[in-house]
């Protein structure tokens, strides 16, 4: 091989080498949630990615799978404990999996308006779940406003007196379990994969779901009597694995922390989406259902309930769930 040829295949070389190095130093990270593409939270996971990108130069990236593609909440959450997921967007349900005293911000009738779930959760939650949470092998990069519970089923539920018997689909979570149940219903708690079935095969004729999630999903077409309780203010995640966050640099935990500050518009996004979609759903087009806002005297009979099953809730949460919703009390009135 003559000189020239030498010269031309050791640039080649180099040059291969290079761009080899060049990806080598590009560090992708897979995160998952069961929420739709097209959900607020689909659109503001999305637009995390794009801002985690953009502050990193390329340099650190995201792939997102969202539709429960790597499982439903409750597995992709533990994949993350683990360590064989990096990260993710999880409901109430799922966070508390993790930290169950997470399971008492989702307790019936926990704020008096959306202004007071808000300042609870930027100003309170990282100092009361912060520790709890890195034990659990998580580490929150932001609090996400899941919305709103309401009931969806086959009859029209007005009141907690027209629930009594009533077989009813609950997130399997204590929370939302026990307050059904101190209403009257026959809780069935049931995951996000089992709970459609359950519904139309008659196992439970009635669901709790967070409004848009439900609504995006279809319930209301098989439980077209929806009721708009708003028993339940969800406070959601998102998390990053804590055996991920360990490998990180500062600088790459730094460019995480900076993108997620993107989630706070989430809050109006999914607001926004609930008004819009209840309205929706009455139409023809959307499916025809029949959307209930409970009068003065039915509200106060489902919050009635609430005062009533929530020394149940703490007591069967133990662990240090007494202490934890002493600190949420506190901080609740700090937000008044």
């Given at each position: 091989?003559n000189?020239?040829?030498?010269g031309?295949?050791?640039?080649?070389?180099?040059?291969?080498?290079?761009l080899?190095?060049?990806?080598?130093?590009?560090?992708?990270?897979?995160?998952?949630?069961?929420?739709?593409?097209?959900?607020?939270w689909?659109?503001?996971?999305?637009?995390?990615?794009?801002?985690?990108?953009?502050?990193?130069?390329?340099?650190l990236?995201?792939t997102?799978?969202?539709?429960s593609?790597?499982?439903?909440e409750?597995?992709?959450i533990?994949?993350?404990?683990r360590?064989r997921?990096?990260m993710?967007?999880f409901?109430?349900?799922?966070?508390?999996?993790?930290?169950?005293?997470?399971g008492?911000l989702?307790?019936?009738y926990?704020?008096n308006?959306?202004?007071q779930?808000?300042?609870?959760?930027?100003?309170y939650?990282?100092?009361t779940?912060?520790?709890?949470?890195?034990?659990?092998?998580?580490?929150?990069?932001?609090?996400?406003?899941?919305?709103?519970?309401?009931?969806?089923?086959k009859?029209?539920?007005k009141?907690p007196?027209?629930?009594?018997g009533?077989?009813?689909?609950?997130?399997?979570?204590?929370?939302d379990?026990?307050y059904?149940?101190?209403?009257?219903?026959?809780?069935?708690?049931l995951?996000t994969?089992?709970?459609?079935?359950?519904?139309k095969?008659?196992?439970?004729?009635?669901?709790?779901?967070?409004?848009?999630?439900?609504?995006?999903?279809?319930y209301?077409?098989e439980?077209?009597k929806v009721?708009?309780?708003n028993?339940?203010?969800?406070?959601?995640?998102?998390?990053?694995?804590?055996?991920?966050w360990?490998?990180?640099?500062?600088?790459?935990?730094?460019?995480?922390?900076?993108?997620?500050?993107?989630?706070?518009?989430?809050?109006a996004?999914?607001?926004?989406?609930?008004?819009?979609l209840?309205?929706?759903?009455t139409?023809?087009?959307?499916?025809g259902?029949?959307?209930?806002?409970?009068?003065?005297?039915e509200?106060a009979a489902?919050?009635?309930?609430?005062?009533?099953?929530?020394?149940?809730i703490v007591s069967?949460?133990?662990?240090?769930?007494e202490?934890t919703?002493?600190?949420?009390?506190?901080?609740?009135?700090?937000?008044?």
């Open positions: 091989m000189t020239r040829k030498v031309k295949l050791c640039i080649a070389i180099l040059v291969i080498t290079g080899g190095l060049g990806a080598a130093q590009a560090k992708e990270l897979r995160s998952a949630s069961a929420a739709p593409p097209k959900s607020p689909g659109k503001f996971t999305d637009a995390f990615v794009a801002k985690v990108a953009e502050v990193s130069g390329g340099k990236t995201i997102h799978f969202p539709g593609q790597l499982g439903d409750q597995t992709t533990r994949q993350i404990v360590g997921l990096d993710g967007l409901s109430n349900t799922a966070t508390s999996l993790v930290v169950p005293e997470f008492l989702a307790s019936p926990a704020f308006n959306a202004a779930a808000d300042c609870v959760a930027d100003k939650l990282l100092d779940y912060g520790d709890a949470m890195d034990t659990g092998g998580v580490k929150v990069l932001a609090f996400i406003e899941i919305g709103q519970q309401i009931i969806m089923a009859n029209l539920i009141t007196a027209d629930l009594r009533v077989k009813i689909r609950t997130a399997p979570t204590k929370t379990t026990l059904m149940q101190g209403a009257g219903g026959n809780a069935i708690p995951g994969t089992d709970s459609m079935p359950a519904l095969t008659g196992t439970v004729d009635a669901v709790t779901w967070p409004t848009i999630y439900g609504i995006a999903v279809g209301h077409k439980a077209p009721t708009v309780t028993h339940v203010h969800q406070i959601g995640t998102y998390v990053i694995s804590k055996k991920t360990d490998a990180l640099s500062s600088e790459e935990q730094g460019w995480l922390e900076e993108a997620s500050s993107v989630f706070i518009g989430l809050r996004a999914a607001r926004g989406a609930e008004a819009a209840l309205k929706k759903i139409t023809e087009e959307g499916g259902a029949e959307v209930y806002y409970p009068n003065e005297a509200m489902w919050k009635e309930v609430a005062p009533v099953v929530q020394p149940q069967e949460l133990g662990g240090s769930a202490a919703w002493a600190t949420i009390v506190e901080a609740k009135q700090n937000c008044l």
